[in-house]
């Protein structure tokens, strides 16, 4: 019989974790940049802060996994290569709702433990949030199925917070060359995008990154500029895609990554597939987040620290059927679609949601 891979406590495993992230946990620098960073946001850096000794209340054993019920099994990553469309992917438009230094995926039951975070979606999110708190809970989204958490660090100047205005976009793609198998994601599933304690480096060369920060003409920034256009049409722009393929096994694991992989290139073609461990195709998440700040940028940073620090946590507690529903007429469906499921370049394909942004 194979052993379970659950051995670690929470508490002990965070110990471990705590203990290599102080390895690496200063604040870095990049060389030649002298900007001045608060001392408020270097005693915030990463999620070094604290272990955490607290599970999930998703996690009644505290042992870091959550096991999906049911488990999905038997799934081979598709090769398939469908008829082609350019576009594959829906957007759920969120406004922000609040801030607090709270992360209910990392810091479970422990309010004020992390850095500060800028939250979007379910309104409620806090550091005691669960499947069953979420679910069904009010929302930013323009899909009120949407309940999901959707949470970034908060950007400062100085001492100053600087939150995105209105709707935020976050694209839900088909991250797999074989749009057509691209699945909802389970309720209840969570992960973490990108690593606060990451080099500049290894910000560029994430899988997840895209553009980078932007501003006016400048992009492909691994740092936030240090100064942008002063101009009304300018702010401060950032892209990042998340994993999106699954293990089937569990909705969340120790380090809030494993059960998730990004997709690889199948074997002599440039077709993007699942690996076998990971085989479940899910949408690919995207955050395009816009942050209503110019001019001089030296002083402009995130709550986990310099910009190479971004990133992003996901917490699912769509509707199921509301889901499947964006995902079959949007991914599968090979279309592009806004908030409503609705791609104006096909006006025949129609719309999944009604005018409501509810399922007719």
């Known amino acids: 019989m194979r052993p379970s891979p659950k051995r670690l406590p929470a508490l002990l495993l965070g110990s471990a974790l705590l203990a290599g992230a102080l390895g690496v946990g200063t604040l870095a620098s990049a060389a030649g940049d002298s900007r001045d960073i608060p001392a408020a946001a270097v005693a915030h850096t990463g999620h070094a802060m604290a272990v955490s000794a607290q599970a999930s209340g998703d996690d009644p054993d505290g042992d870091g996994y959550i096991p999906a019920v049911p488990q999905v099994t038997g799934v081979t990553p598709s090769t398939n290569t469908p008829p082609p469309r350019y576009f594959h992917e829906f957007q759920a438009n969120c406004s922000v709702t609040h801030t607090a230094a709270d992360d209910p995926i990392v810091y479970p039951g ?211 059927r509301t889901l499947k529903a964006m995902v079959d007429h949007c991914i599968v469906g090979g279309l592009q679609c806004d908030a409503r499921g609705y791609d104006q370049t096909h006006p025949e394909a129609g719309a999944a949601l009604n005018t409501d942004y509810r399922l007719p």
Not at 187 to 204: E, I
Not at 231 to 240: C, E, G, H, M
């Open 110 to 320: 422990q309010p004020g433990k992390s850095h500060d975070h800028t939250f979007m979606g379910n309104t409620s999110t806090n550091a005691g949030s669960t499947t069953a708190s979420l679910y069904g809970g009010a929302t930013t989204c323009k899909a009120p199925a949407d309940a999901s958490g959707y949470w970034m660090p908060s950007l400062y100047k100085g001492d100053q917070k600087i939150l995105p205005v209105g709707p935020q976009t976050i694209y839900y793609k088909a991250g797999v060359t074989d749009y057509t198998s691209v699945r909802p994601f389970p309720k209840g599933l969570r992960f973490v995008v990108g690593d606060p304690m990451q080099s500049a480096d290894q910000f560029r060369h994430h899988r997840g990154f895209v553009e980078g920060w932007e501003c006016g003409d400048s992009y492909f920034n691994t740092d936030i500029p240090t100064s942008c256009p002063d101009r009304a049409d300018v702010q401060l722009n950032i892209r990042f895609q998340a994993p999106s393929c699954w293990d089937g096994k569990y909705l969340d694991t120790p380090d809030h990554k494993s059960h998730m992989a990004y997709p690889v290139v199948k074997p002599g073609t440039n077709d993007n597939m699942c690996p076998a461990d990971h085989p479940v195709a899910l949408p690919m998440i995207e955050f395009k987040m816009a942050f209503p700040v110019n001019g001089d940028m030296s002083q402009v940073h995130l709550a986990s620290g310099r910009g190479y620090s971004f990133h992003y946590d996901f917490f699912n507690a769509w509707e199921e």
